[in-house]
């Protein structure tokens, strides 16, 4: 009896022996976690490539919807057609490119600033919160990383448009068969009503 109620007091003194447990570091958590969407939500960096997104898409956006009325005016302008077509699948393909250039940048800078954070606070480990199935307020670091991402200087490089300029070279290939599948099947109810017109 009296061995198993030494042996708990032995093995934490063997621990504090051997360096494995100190005072001073058995209080200070050797793990922290950080919500990584409120990092890109609420860090300015975040913010600024939603805006570069956003003012992006909608000039694409806007260019779409004067075609498309001009489309309305002239439903038969095939030229009309197939460049409203090519426009759209380019903006695709620049939107997936700049979400992606977006998203790299992003992570460089919250990388950088995580590894900053680890060092500083003498981690070992930093984790996401959407990983962790329980935490303490004190293990969350969220608003240390994103004052450490706002000083980055982070920039966003728009997509040229000569890149653009070759995509839509290999798209009207498979788009212009389309094209004149659709303008018979017009005519063809346009000019069904001369037929019993010559009787």
């Known amino acids: 009896m009296h061995a198993?109620?030494?042996?708990?007091?032995l093995l934490l003194a063997v621990l504090l022996l051997g360096g494995c447990i100190?005072?001073?570091?058995?209080?200070?958590?050797?793990?922290?976690?950080?919500?990584?969407?409120?990092v890109f939500k609420e860090s300015e960096p975040g913010r600024a490539g939603i805006k570069h997104l956003e003012t992006l898409h909608?000039?694409?956006q806007a260019e779409l919807n004067a075609l498309q009325q001009e489309l309305q005016a002239k439903p038969n302008d095939e030229t009309l057609q197939q460049k409203l077509q090519e426009k759209y699948m380019v903006y695709q393909q620049r939107i997936s490119a700049e979400q992606?250039?977006?998203?790299?940048?992003?992570?460089d800078a919250i990388q950088k600033a995580l590894d900053a954070c680890r060092v500083q606070k003498k981690l070992a480990l930093i984790v996401g919160t959407d990983v962790v199935l329980s935490y303490g307020p004190a293990a969350d670091i969220t608003g240390?990383?994103?004052?450490?991402?706002?000083?980055?200087?982070?920039?966003?490089?728009?997509?040229?448009?000569?890149a653009e300029v070759m995509a839509p070279v290999t798209q009207p290939v498979?788009?212009?068969p389309a094209e004149p599948q659709a303008a018979p099947t017009q005519n063809a109810?346009?000019?069904?009503?001369?037929t019993p017109a010559k009787k």
């Not at 100190?22 to 409120?38: E, G, K, L, T, Y």
């Not at 706002?150 to 000569?162: A, G, L, S």
């Open 4 to 9: 198993n109620n030494l042996f708990p007091g």
């Open 22 to 38: 100190s005072p001073a570091d058995s209080f200070a958590p050797a793990v922290a976690v950080v919500d990584s969407a409120r």
């Open 58 to 60: 909608e000039s694409m």
């Open 100 to 107: 992606q250039q977006v998203i790299n940048t992003l992570n």
């Open 144 to 162: 240390t990383v994103i004052g450490e991402v706002n000083k980055i200087t982070v920039k966003f490089k728009t997509i040229e448009p000569e």
């Open 174 to 176: 498979p788009v212009a």
């Open 189 to 194: 109810t346009q000019s069904a009503p001369k």
